[in-house]
């Protein structure tokens, strides 16, 4: 099906397909975001844009559509990185500056669901690859080695992020609820 | 609350994403995209008619200097000859801000 959009939006130009295209992925998209971002869903909707842009001006280099997912994750993953590098620039020029930290330190995540906000509160400590993988591999179901393969990362680091990851996770966990298991 | 379990954890990871509402997005998203577009053509613009400039005044000034030699004009002071091969770049900006205007 996405396959088909896209030869639509290639080779006809077809706006509609694109949006269709649009459509099928922006969920899950947003939602994995949305995981990258810790909550922060403002943020987490324009590096999906900013993913989506992107996707528009560069659909014509994807050499296999059946990929499409996984590019369309791997562009959100740079571009969020992109976006921090370029925050800590931010942060150190104001710092320098003599500027005052953002006013949304006391951010607080609102998000969809309850099981999501716990999810985002334990991903709290994790490091962004750790995120990333994380969510990719469970929540997405992709294997170690596509995800390796996604994100340019050697497969043994793909493997020990994910389960120091969740080490993490369950040591937070631990933090925040200090009862029995 | 309790804290979780590892089985627990996975259970939590294993569940599907919230589905969410596409429509408040795609606007948002072709709202970025248009302006993104804009800035970029206005920068387009920006470079061209300074191109466009640098041209129209390196060619008329050539063929003003190639003139006063043939013509063995010297008498021309350089704040003249300065505005005299200034003039085609003051009317193309004169043109270029009616264009951009309109």
């Known amino acids: 099906m996405l396959s088909q959009f896209i030869r639509r939006f290639l080779q006809d130009n077809d706006q509609q397909a694109f949006n269709q295209l649009v459509n099928a992925c922006q969920s ?99 490091s962004v690859e750790q995120r990333a993988l994380i969510t990719l591999n469970s929540s997405f179901g992709y294997g170690h080695a596509q995800i390796a393969n996604m994100l340019d990362m050697p497969l043994g680091t793909v493997k020990s992020h994910i389960q120091r990851g969740k080490q993490q996770m369950l040591a937070t966990s631990r933090k925040l609820h200090p009862g029995a298991a | ?68 030699i043939l013509f063995s004009i010297m008498d021309l002071s350089s704040t003249k000859y300065m505005l005299a091969s200034a003039m085609p770049i003051l009317m193309l900006m004169i043109v270029g801000y009616f264009l951009l205007d309109s």
Request: with cysteine.
């Open chain 1, 28 to 126: 899950q998209l947003r939602g994995y975001c949305r995981r990258l971002t810790l909550g922060d869903i403002a943020l987490a909707d324009d590096i999906a844009q900013e993913t989506l842009i992107i996707v528009y001006q560069q659909l014509g280099e994807l050499q296999d559509p059946n990929a499409y997912k996984s590019w369309l994750f791997r562009i959100a993953y740079r571009q969020y990185v992109n976006s921090l590098r370029a925050n800590r620039l931010e942060t150190h020029f104001n710092q320098n500056q003599g500027v005052s930290p953002a006013e949304d330190d006391a951010y607080q995540p609102h998000l969809h669901t309850d099981n999501e906000q716990l999810l985002v509160t334990l991903m709290q400590d994790l």
């Open chain 2, 1 to 68: 609350m309790n804290s979780l379990n590892e089985q627990q954890l996975e259970q939590l990871l294993n569940q599907p994403l919230p589905s969410l509402q596409p429509d408040e997005f795609r606007r948002d998203a072709y709202e970025q995209f248009c302006k993104q577009q804009q800035n970029r053509s206005r920068v387009l613009q920006l470079f061209t008619m300074l191109a466009l400039a640098c041209l129209c005044y390196v060619i008329p000034a050539t063929f003003v200097d190639q003139a006063m």
